[in-house]
């Protein structure tokens, strides 16, 4: 049988998960994920571990009033609050959209700079600020800062395979996924193309294509000297110049999730 053996929320964009017992899905995907972002202070474009590998040292939590918690190691812990009706609106540019959204302040800002090391502000996407879903035609499906979907998932038998590969077990979190799917064979979320889990139901929308992230130790934040998973990966995943693991999803409907619930293939 299918279940739902994980889930994970990324409260701040490229910041550390966190692993749910449950969670609820809302119209941009699971609440509270991926809501909030680091955009540099000069011009505006969003900061992940791409290019700033420390980030995986940063803890963000979300609350139920959908503000932030920031903590990392040597830093006083800071209570983002959610910006009102008032705030700021802020320029951001994320891969080919712009938008315009709200600005968490100054002491948001100063705290994340230090950090960071260079001046950025932290940006929030309210639900009527969101952006379309990448390469959809329908209205209502829309993502907060995610990359371009507003759900990611991997089968754990997928992963296994993996670090078989590579000679090392390796960490889900390498890879960020929502929702971990255990009792499929590897691979197996390639060919699905709807699923339900409890009340809702979700279309598979493509392949996740990967970046350099997976190769960062997401407990230390060092790169991988060997490249890996990435140089397996590329052995056997890659197509048309692409590596492709796990899957992005979109929720069609809202409802609640909780670990353990069974997961329907239904096409």
Known sequence: MLRLSTLYRFPLKSAIGESLPQAQLDALGMQGDRRWMLVDA???????????PHMTQLSARWNAAGGLTLNAAGFPSLEVPLPGADATLRGAFIWSDSMYVPDAGDEA??????????????????AERARWVEGSLNANEKVGFADGFPLLLIGQASLDDLSARVGRPLEMLRFRPNLVIEGSEPYAEDSWKRI???SVEFRVAKGCSRCIMPTLDPLTGERSADREPLTTLKTYREREGEVYFGQNLINEGEGELKVGMAVEVLE
């Open 42 to 52: 000069a011009n505006g474009r969003f900061l992940t571990q791409r290019a700033l």
């Open 196 to 198: 339900r889990i409890g």
């Open 109 to 126: 800002a100063d705290w994340l700079s230090r950090f960071i090391g260079k001046p950025c502000r932290l940006v929030q996407v309210p």
